[in-house]
């Protein structure tokens, strides 16, 4: 057993886009409600309908999404441009407006679900952050692993890239699990290596993630228990 409290909830609206802290969020079968609940769509030719992510576009990253303060979104979120323009989901030109910046056509979808790993929670934890930090020498931000949940706790760094089925992890209300398809450490992919706006790549980061933690950061966990974390509630793993 392991003990701690929540540090940071955050949320991403919209699929590769920045999204928003919250100070409390919903967690059931769609994992964070509101979380990846929109995407944009690639429609050019040979990858017509194909989720469009960093990897395709890291210019995405100079776009972000937001619901506002609230723990279960029930309206579409507001996407604000690098020029600090803000467009409604519902906003006809939007898609026009993205496509254009993003140099791709690309249409607008919305579902729930929609995480790399179906309805999932990433969690992470800040004693594996510090760690890193000091294993590289320098300042890791969090953003790069669009986490959803970050907690402190007693667990020595690095300690869930052990965690196989069954492990739980208690956060406020909350029940989540080691359990299905695809949970467990997460495997990185190559978006950590962009820092949070899409302007600069440290390829060092993924190099070491691979050569040191066999390319695992945080873990994909499923709500077994639905409610509300609240950013401090008490943490308790199993």
Known sequence: MAHGSVTELTRWPVKSL????????????????GDRAYALLDERATRAGNVLTVRQNPTMLSWSAAYGETADPTEPPTLHAPDGTEWSWKDPGLADALAGALGIPLSLHAADGQQDR???????????????????GA??????????????TDLPAFAEEEWGA????????????????????????????????????????????????????????????????????PVAVR
């Open 166 to 233: 069954g492990t739980t992890l208690t956060a406020g209300e909350v029940e989540l699990a080691v359990t299905g398809d695809d949970a467990g450490p997460c495997i990185r992919c190559a978006v950590p290596s962009w820092d949070a706006t899409g302007r600069e790549r440290w390829r060092d980061l993924q190099t070491h993630l691979i050569g040191r933690h066999d390319n695992k950061f945080g873990v994909i966990m499923r709500v077994t228990k639905p409610g509300t974390v609240r950013v401090g509630d």
């Open 118 to 136: 179906g309805p999932t929670v990433l969690v992470t934890f800040e004693a594996s952050r510090a760690a890193l930090d000091q294993e590289l």
């Open 18 to 33: 920045r999204g928003e802290l919250v100070g409390a969020a919903r967690f059931d079968e769609r994992g964070m409600a």
């Open 139 to 152: 300042d890791v931000d969090l953003r790069r692993f669009r986490t959803n949940l970050h907690v402190t």
